[in-house]
């Protein structure tokens, strides 16, 4: 089937909701979505650590790596999977910006477990 990407967006912020960081967290389908600004663009992804739930909108990011805060499993935010952790990815969403509006289309993939 494919897919209605107008259709599938849904509002979940708004530009002023960007801390001074340029980040958030929202919940997409009952689950915690980072948001976070890199290099200018906005990326949503998972924010619960798949090792073992530390927010990974709180940590360090090294161009579009993010490390978790808790032992710094590195995430690619445009890709979801971790360079070093064979096996280890998070769920990354479809985000645009419609006027001041932040729209994630809700996760329809799968991901696999570490
Ligand atoms: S909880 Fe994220 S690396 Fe351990």
């Given at each position: 089937m494919e897919?209605?990407?107008s259709q599938e967006y849904i509002p979940v912020a708004r530009l002023s909701d960007?801390?001074?960081?340029g980040r958030t967290v929202v919940q997409?389908?009952?689950?915690?979505?980072?948001?976070?600004?890199?290099?200018?663009?906005?990326?949503?992804?998972?924010?619960?650590?798949?090792?073992r739930e530390g927010s990974l909108s709180e940590g360090d990011l090294e161009g579009y790596v993010m490390h978790c805060p808790l032992h710094a499993w590195p995430f690619d935010v445009r890709s979801g999977l971790c360079p070093v952790i064979r096996g280890a990815r998070i769920r990354v969403?479809?985000?645009?910006?419609?006027?001041?509006?932040?729209q994630v289309a809700p996760f329809s993939g799968r991901v696999s477990a570490p």
């Open positions: 897919r209605q990407p960007l801390d001074a960081r997409v389908d009952g689950a915690r979505v980072a948001i976070v600004r890199v290099e200018g663009e906005l990326f949503a992804f998972q924010d619960t650590c798949p090792h969403y479809p985000l645009r910006v419609v006027g001041e509006e932040i």
